[in-house]
């Protein structure tokens, strides 16, 4: 069973930046892809940045050149960095990992952004 554990969430004031963390209990290079999701109070879950083992990476549109995706892999875990950060990015932001066919999944962390 691979565990996923977020870290970095919080509360910050519009135009701040946080830097979410996710470690996990296998190699991140074995994974094909990883990445973050998010989701707001009485909003679907939506694929926030995700990263290939190959290191191919892609956004959601509305965060595009405010997030960066990256990964330490000697410290086995991938990070998200989120600058000029808006309220709308208030959400629960979840780690995932997929080795086809099987997905995984951190706890979560809340991220709060004030106006």
């Known amino acids: 069973q691979v565990q996923l554990v977020e870290s970095g969430g919080g509360l910050v004031q519009a135009g701040g930046s946080l830097r979410l963390s996710c470690g996990a209990s296998r190699k991140i290079l074995t994974f094909n892809t990883m990445g973050w999701y998010r989701q707001a109070p009485g909003k679907e879950r939506e694929l926030v940045a995700t990263?290939?083992?190959?290191?191919?990476?892609t956004y959601e549109d509305s965060v595009k050149g405010r997030f960066t995706i990256s990964r330490d892999i000697d410290k086995n875990r991938i990070n998200l960095q989120m600058n000029s950060l808006k309220p709308e990015d208030t959400a629960v932001y979840y780690c995932?990992?997929?080795?086809?066919?099987?997905?995984?999944w951190g706890p979560g962390t809340q991220v709060s952004v004030s106006s």
């Open positions: 995932y990992a997929r080795f086809h066919p099987l997905t995984y």
């Open positions: 990263m290939t083992s190959l290191g191919a990476m």
